[in-house]
């Protein structure tokens, strides 16, 4: 016996689904041409945590916090300031209390402190301007890190804080 096709009822649907493809290819094209993503650099603002001060005398274990209040014992810091112009790039830094304008003059001042028997600088503290880019921050880390001790030894304890308005 031979089977007859079934004919359709009038209230089925036939969906197209090449036009459904045709418009979901269409949307993708249209929202990946039109995507533009941020640059990531140069747009992340700091949040840099407390000063958490470092003994020499070895009595800080890893991880343990000191009160910020309190002056750790047994190393001298040399504190380094540096803010940015509104667009995020250094404006003004200054090593102490003297003003320094450029990275070159920052390494010379480093060079020339460091180098000095008498001057026993243990760390350097960053003071960091809130707007200041973190690409330009990096800068100056560099020049940090090149440094030498009097006896020799590279520069190890470098640390940031936000600076004050």
Do not use: H, W
Request: net charge neutral; charged share 25%; glycine share 8%.
């Amino acid at each position: 016996m031979r089977r007859s096709r079934a004919r359709r009822s009038p209230e089925e649907v036939e969906l197209n689904l090449a036009a459904m493809l045709d418009m979901a290819f269409q949307l993708l094209a249209f929202f990946i041409m039109t995507f533009k993503p941020a640059p990531m650099e140069g747009q992340i603002n700091l949040r840099l945590p407390p000063p958490v001060g470092i003994t020499a005398d070895g009595t800080q274990k890893p991880g343990e916090t000191v009160d910020p209040a309190e002056k750790p014992q047994g190393l001298t810091t040399l504190v380094i300031s540096v803010f940015a112009n509104p667009q995020g790039k250094i404006a003004a830094m200054g090593v102490g209390e003297t003003a320094i304008g450029t990275l070159p003059a920052l390494e010379a001042k480093l060079q020339q402190v460091f180098s000095d028997k008498g001057t026993p600088f243990d760390q350097i503290i960053v003071q960091v301007g809130g707007k200041v880019r973190y690409d330009e921050l990096m800068k100056v880390v560099e020049v940090c890190t090149r440094q030498k001790l009097a006896g020799g030894e590279k520069l190890s304890k470098l640390s940031f804080v936000e600076a004050p308005d």
